[in-house]
């Protein structure tokens, strides 16, 4: 009613009834229950957990992902090997294969215990030290799978890493390039240049080592954007069908980069390969591990959360029994 007013001013959350309160109330109030029902306030605070919850995952996934393509990017270069990756083929990554799961991850219902946590502190910042080494940790092995599967193509198909990293001086008239024999399956390497074979824009080791680079870095985003359904928790206590928006979200990039493989016109403007059946069991044993590193790290920040909640109770317990004193 309208004596109500100074209080509702006075408290830390004046709460004023929408349908029965007076307009006096209403405008003293910093929160307004539109059907005067008090549960609303629980579902409001779980939904607003839920979207905070949902954003850390969203830019989770982006910047350990970014991270990967970086640290891939960065390291080939460094080491003076062809590039992994071709810019057409890093626009398909992050225009095509990343905006749909990243866009799913906004619809991850809230965590089984979301309203059993004690409220955050209001001042923590949304990137922390840990999750910033999280995303450090993960994008990491992005980065170290892609480039691996990339070099054990090339070593696979006789390609040594002294001549990687010398690739740029492939001459097969050079007395240290003559004995230069690549192989690739289904070309007649004896009637190609064994420099544009291994090292050419259109030279079939160096298309397949891409396309296997490019396909394990997709896999890898995929399984991290079904592990994102819930931040903290493993896979088998929350799963991914759980939000089906994300079931969704990786189906349809997963079916864009299958079609774009088996597409001929298509994958030869992206200077990519059609893959086997072996190449795809080896996109599996290099992709597959993320899972592995994803549920660790989530491991982790369960056990620093647990930490940092009792070390907050014991300080609230301290603060209480000091003024008792």
Known sequence: GVNDAPALKQAAIGIAMGISGTEVAKEAADMILADDNFATIVAAVEEGRSIYSNMKAFIRYLISSNIGEVASIFVTALLGLPEGLIPVQLLWVNLVTDGPPATALGFNPPDPDAMSRP?????????????????????????????????????KSGVSPKRLRNWASCDVGSPDWADFAPFAAGVATAEVDPCALAFGAHGAVKATAQTLSLSTLVAMEMLKALSAV??????????????????????????????????PQLRSLFGLVALDAEQWATVAK?????????EATKLL???LDDKERRARVEAEALRKSGRAA
Do not use: C, K
Not at 140 to 152: C, E, H
């Open 119 to 155: 409220p955050r502190d209001p001042t923590a910042p949304i990137l922390t030290p840990w999750l910033l080494a999280r995303y450090a940790i993960t994008g990491s092995y992005v980065g170290f799978a892609t480039i691996r599967v990339f070099l054990d193509e090339f070593a």
């Open 301 to 303: 920040g369960r056990y």
């Open 230 to 263: 819930s931040l903290d928790h493993s896979l088998l206590r929350v799963a991914p069908w759980a939000n089906p928006w994300l079931l969704g979200g990786v189906a349809l990039p997963v079916a864009l980069h299958v079609g774009l493989l088996y597409q």
């Open 286 to 294: 290099f992709s597959l591990p993320i899972l592995l590193v994803e």
